[in-house]
């Protein structure tokens, strides 16, 4: 094929694209699909991906990982099948620009980047966004609160609710966080305090409030929010399908660009769907500009100085340590509690070994090179965090 009917032939695909994007009633916003992984099986990920269509005209999906027979009317990026291929196809292919955003079932956000839930409330049918569901906003339990509560109100805001009611779930340190955003309304920042259907209201929520759907977002920590997650998405089937619900949501954090959202290896077909869905709807609205203009209104009305209260006091002085040389992380280890994390980290940096801490969908990782891991869990294991 000579030049010209290379051109002709680009010409006809890119006009065939328009005709087709003209005939759905405007352009579509491709998302890729983890399509490896599942508890339920593949063709469960596939089902999620050909329904996400069927609902939404506007939105195209790239199922990620090897092809299924029966789903070749699907688009692919083949893989071997194995997690970690796929992981590294769906990267390359944010990375390139042939996605706008993924679905995934497993991601190691870094720690500050957290992911935005939504789940369906019983009482009265409404939606209601879980203020965080993965990967974690910070190490400080408040601050990350705080945090999940801005990033819960960018998330709302791209899926196209333009003042979302902000209510704080009834746990420790909910006071401390709703006084800060508080502080954050006297100094400017534009946020509309949900009210609880308790008689004596408030926006500090309760059981009840979760039912009815009182907040469009609920501030929650990222530990409780995954529970959260999962009791709304399957207590209709008994707990191993996640029948309801948009998933672990998209991921937001200050800096972050990337729209990747969470589902879990128990979703089922209708969560997958809506999971793309609300994914697709992120992409579209550009969630990390809306994260970023959120973020910036704060800092105005003195979000860091607020966080810089709820830093927990030094007792003793420590020296620091000082990370080695870093080297790519391709394996990962579980196991370590939240609240160590860090500490963990600093440990093997004295060893002599690189490592980074996130937070993946079951809780906090430490990511290592592979080469080292029978020397890490030597470490971990003598300095009891395993």
């Known amino acids: 094929m000579d030049n010209n ?56 999906v790239i199922c990620i990982g090897p092809k299924l027979d029966g789903y070749e009317d699907l688009q692919w990026i083949e893989t071997s099948a194995d997690e970690h291929a796929v992981s590294a196809a769906m990267e390359d292919a944010i990375s390139c620009g042939t996605i706008a955003g993924a679905v995934a079932l497993h991601y190691p956000f870094p720690v500050g980047v957290t992911t935005i839930g939504k789940v369906f409330t019983p009482a009265k049918g409404k939606p209601c966004f879980i203020a965080s569901s993965t990967g974690t906003a910070s190490p400080v339990r408040t601050e990350a609160m705080l945090r999940n509560a801005i990033y819960g109100i960018a998330a709302a805001k791209s899926a196209g609710i333009a003042a979302p009611s902000v209510g704080v779930l009834n746990l420790d340190g909910a006071q401390t966080v709703l006084r800060a955003l508080q502080k954050l309304k006297e100094n400017g920042y534009d946020i509309k305090f949900a009210e609880s259907i308790r008689k004596d209201g408030g926006a500090i929520l309760r059981g009840n409030d979760l039912l009815a759907g009182a907040a469009d977002v609920c501030v929650t920590d990222t530990l409780t929010g995954n529970v959260l997650m999962k009791l709304f998405g399957a207590w209709t089937t008994g707990g191993d399908y996640e029948a309801m619900g948009w998933g672990y949501g998209p991921s937001v954090g200050e800096g972050w660009n990337k729209v990747i959202s969470i589902i879990s290896r128990a979703s089922g077909a209708p969560v997958i769907a809506s999971a793309i869905a609300l ?108």
């Open 5 to 60: 009917e290379n051109v002709k032939a680009l010409i006809g695909e890119i006009l065939g694209e328009i005709i087709e994007e003209a005939k759905d009633g405007g352009k579509k916003t491709t998302v890729g699909l983890m399509a490896y992984g599942s508890e339920l099986g593949q063709e469960e990920l596939c089902r999620g991906a050909r329904l996400a269509m069927q609902n939404n005209p506007l939105v195209k």
């Open 279 to 386: 994914n697709a709807a992120s992409a579209k609205n550009d969630l990390p500009a809306t994260a970023a203009r959120e973020i910036a209104a704060a800092k105005r009305a003195g979000l860091n100085e607020l966080i810089e209260a709820m830093q927990p006091k030094q007792t003793q002085t420590e020296d620091d340590v000082k990370a080695p040389a870093s080297e790519p992380t391709d394996e990962e280890i579980h196991g370590v509690d939240v609240l160590e994390i860090e500490n963990a980290v600093k440990t093997l940096w004295k060893a002599g070994i690189y490592a980074e801490s996130s937070m993946g969908c079951t809780g906090p990782v430490i990511k290592f090179a592979k080469k080292n891991e029978e020397k890490v869990k030597e470490v971990l294991k003598a300095a009891n965090y395993l």
